[in-house]
């Protein structure tokens, strides 16, 4: 199939994107690395009237260092952000999660903000944002708001991006002192997408695990925290009986929908055989642990 016809528009500004969207008479979307939006077209499960093709706009890109936070412009592509020393410095979960995105065709065309804006619950920046804690931008024509990850995203393929509005970057926290992250997913061949995947970012003060939050891809219609396994490791040792009762409290946090193919309780017990190998992978500071 083909896509429907359609106009076609490059603008080099936000303003002037913003702008093309609000006249548009019809429907219009934003053009940003297109690995998800031109394959919908061609399939004319999507049709709109307009593309704004956004990929040259400068001030979308960019990964600097502002404050206690690490900002991440939307058009960073998934190669770059494999490639930075920033984000390998300062969000390693990220750097870790690209390497499982997809083949490097893919990766150099495919842009962070695209992903987190599509909000597909079986990628896997989505979860890594929420473990992350991070903010992120979103501007339209009434100006620039910031919205936690927690709250970013709604339900399948929703989130809070109203229309006319863009996602323009990403904004992380540095980490404290003991921190440590992982990000890792089981799927069936490298590249397709994940059966299951696992964001995973503790502090740990001496032996004790301070705080704990776990954020999993392809186990429900979102990115899913798990706060009851995060509350089963908070306040203890990470040892050997904490991953054992953090695994056990993952069947009250999750709920997978039976699929063509793979069934709930399977995808379950994968999730809880991940959290397992992430956390056990954790107990060590060669697995994450940020420097103090």
Do not use: W
């Not at 219609?221 to 009762?245: C, F, N, Q, S, W």
């Amino acid at each position: 199939m083909k896509a429907r016809a359609f106009d076609y528009r490059r603008v080099a500004s936000v303003a002037e994107a913003l702008d093309a969207y609000a006249a548009c008479e019809g429907e219009a979307r934003f053009l940003a690395g297109g690995q998800s939006l031109l394959p919908a077209l061609n399939l004319r499960l999507d049709a709109p009237d307009l593309l704004i093709d956004i990929g040259r706009i400068e001030a979308l890109r960019g990964i600097t260092l502002e404050g206690a936070q690490l900002r991440i412009g939307a058009l960073t592509r998934h190669a770059e952000t494999l490639a930075s020393e920033l984000i390998a410095a300062h969000a390693p979960l990220l750097t870790q999660a690209a390497a499982y995105m997809a083949h490097p065709a893919i990766r150099n065309l495919g842009t962070m903000g695209g992903s987190l804006a599509l909000s597909d619950p079986a990628s896997e920046l989505p979860a890594c944002m929420r473990a992350l804690g991070a903010e992120l931008e979103i501007t339209g024509r009434d100006g620039t708001r910031r919205v936690a990850a927690d709250d970013f995203f709604l339900d399948l393929f929703e989130n809070v991006i109203e229309p006319g509005a863009m996602l323009t970057a990403v904004r992380v926290p540095l980490p404290a002192p003991g921190t440590r992250m992982r990000f890792e997913e089981i799927a069936r061949r490298r590249g397709d997408y994940a059966l299951v995947g696992l964001a995973a970012h503790l502090v740990v003060t001496g032996a004790t695990v301070e705080s704990a939050r776990l954020a999993l891809c392809s186990v429900g219609p979102t990115p899913m925290r798990a706060p009851k396994a995060e509350a089963a490791l908070v306040g203890r040792p990470l040892d050997a009986a904490a991953i054992a009762d953090a695994t056990a409290a993952l069947a009250d946090d999750l709920a997978p929908d039976e699929d063509e193919g793979f069934s709930a309780a399977a995808r379950m017990q994968l999730a809880r055989v991940l959290l397992g190998r992430v956390l056990s992978a954790l107990m060590t500071r060669e697995h994450g642990e940020m420097a103090a």
